[in-house]
């Protein structure tokens, strides 16, 4: 089955501990972006990478940070430089951009606690 | 029932009526819109999709119709089921920003059996 996959589900962490969330997936798509989902908000854009080896910031990229070595693997790493790391975080993947509409598709998404 | 907006409005209704959530979007330039449906704890899930050059499209028990001269959208549920209930986000997008995508605030929909 094609899809995107997060681990893991539930994620906690003491507070000043990084923590690295995992992406990946299998639909053979160039785009992947990261989003953070607070309670009862809507989706913000953490970082997104358009083809491998390639990432930007999204609008609150402050104290994540990504790589993107492989085109079917994200990973986000939440540092202790991020003062509210608590929320739901949710990986998303779509085709290349240029021949593409912009639709994306989500993973099921990882909540990470800081205790 | 029917609700408006980019803030997070909760959207409540019968079993058996018909819903309407409505979205204002932000740019003229963009051409291509999307519903999704995001259940508890769960990643967002595509619903339906239009194209600008579009007024409406039709899938199963869902109607979109988009407005670009008040740069309105709106999804319409037929005969709203428990399993409908949700939060609904709509995005919009274009080629000037790399298709990425612009997501509303969404609207929480509870369908009261």
């Known amino acids: 089955d094609g899809g995107i996959t997060q681990s893991p589900k539930y994620l906690f962490r003491k507070e000043g501990q990084n923590v690295t969330l995992s992406c990946e997936q299998n639909?053979?798509?160039?785009?992947m972006y990261w989003y953070r989902q607070d309670p009862g908000q809507g989706l913000r854009l953490i970082y997104y990478?358009?083809?491998?080896?390639?990432?930007q910031k999204g609008d609150i990229a402050e104290g994540y940070s990504v790589s993107r070595e492989k085109k079917e693997s994200f990973p986000l790493t939440v540092t202790s430089a991020q003062k509210n790391p608590t929320a739901f975080y949710l990986c998303?993947?779509?085709?290349?951009?240029?021949?593409?509409?912009?639709?994306?598709?989500f993973g099921p998404g990882t909540r990470l606690t800081v205790l | 029932g029917e609700s408006v907006g980019l803030h997070l409005p909760t959207l409540s209704v019968q079993e058996g009526d018909n819903s309407i959530i409505n979205c204002a979007y932000s740019?003229?330039?963009?051409?291509?819109f999307i519903w999704y449906k995001q259940e508890s704890g769960k990643g967002p899930q595509f619903i339906i999709d239009?194209?600008?050059n579009m007024d409406k499209r039709q899938g199963q028990r869902v109607t979109v119709l988009l407005n670009k001269t008040v740069k309105h959208l709106s999804l319409q549920i037929a005969a709203t089921q428990p399993g409908d209930s949700a939060v609904y986000f709509c995005?919009?997008?274009?080629?000037?920003?790399?298709?990425?995508?612009?997501w509303g605030l969404g609207t929480s929909l509870a369908v009261n059996p």
């Open positions: 998303a993947s779509s085709i290349p951009l240029a021949g593409g509409t912009g639709e994306q598709f």
């Open positions: 639909l053979n798509h160039d785009a």
């Open positions: 990478s358009q083809i491998v080896n390639d990432f």
């Open positions: 740019n003229s330039a963009s051409d291509y």
């Open positions: 239009i194209r600008s």
């Open positions: 995005a919009e997008t274009n080629a000037g920003n790399n298709r990425k995508l612009i």
